[in-house]
């Protein structure tokens, strides 16, 4: 199958019918003073950024906004053990393109624990191979994208590679890039370089001046990796100081 040449999300605004106050959360983080000017690569949008620069924040609200629950899973999957979700996805207008798709899933790492009691409990396991909870955490992780998710999908993950050794992120890249070519998109929140490598995908970074595009190897999660692994002896110094004396 073809990889889709239009997106099945096309871009986000703010509501003209909401009154937004720019001084309170999470209206005030200034990624998401410009969350309109996000549009969506047919094939891949990356948000990436500093921890508590707005990503998740935004991803959480996109997809509740296209109705998913806020812990994650398909959008049957409705439940919530902690009331701290941010409502942003009450001032969120989604531009949707056509036709809609037919399967869909929201991966969230710091709830995923959550959404596997969940499965067990309504035993509807089927789908996912089995129990995800008789699996390792990057294991179960890895069922979800090789055997939940079936293509002709929208697809929001958040933080994916928190359960993934290097290995296992070129697996999930790879398996990505399957569901890719059956017609998918995807909107992922990340620090995995290995992730962010792949290819004609659009990469948004946030940061304190608000959002902009920017090229992998421009992202510090590029630059940061790199300068470790290659001069690793020198940053070690540097971070823990001379241990001769130890």
């Known amino acids: 199958m073809a990889r889709r040449s239009k997106p099945y999300l096309l871009h986000a605004s703010f509501r003209s019918d909401v009154d937004l106050d720019f001084n309170e959360y999470p209206f005030n983080i200034p990624a998401v003073r410009q969350l309109e000017s996000i549009e969506f690569h047919p094939n891949l949008t990356f948000f990436v950024g500093e921890n508590g620069s707005g990503k998740s924040t935004v991803l959480e609200a996109i997809a ?41 899933y929201f991966l969230r790492a710091e709830s995923f624990f959550n959404v596997a009691s969940y499965m067990d409990g309504v035993g509807y396991l089927e789908s996912y191979g089995g129990s995800l909870h008789a699996r390792s955490h990057g294991e179960a992780f890895m069922a979800v994208l090789l055997n939940k998710l079936k293509g002709n999908g929208i697809y929001l993950f958040d933080e994916p590679e928190a359960a993934l050794s290097p290995g296992r992120q070129m697996a999930a890249l ?54 470790f692994l290659n001069n690793y002896p020198r940053r070690l110094e540097q971070l823990l100081g001379d241990d001769e004396e130890a």
């Open 64 to 104: 509740i906004a296209l109705g998913f629950g806020a812990e994650g899973g398909t959008k049957n999957v409705q439940f919530r053990t902690v009331e701290s979700v941010s409502p942003l996805h009450k001032a969120l207008r989604l531009a949707r393109g056509v036709p809609q798709p037919r399967d869909a």
């Open 174 to 227: 790879s398996a990505i890039h399957q569901l890719v070519e059956a017609s998918s998109q995807f909107i992922i929140a990340t620090h995995s370089p290995i992730l962010l490598s792949y290819p004609r995908a659009r990469i948004i970074q946030f940061d304190r001046s608000g959002i902009g595009e920017v090229a992998y190897e421009e992202t510090e999660h590029y630059a940061v990796t790199r300068d």
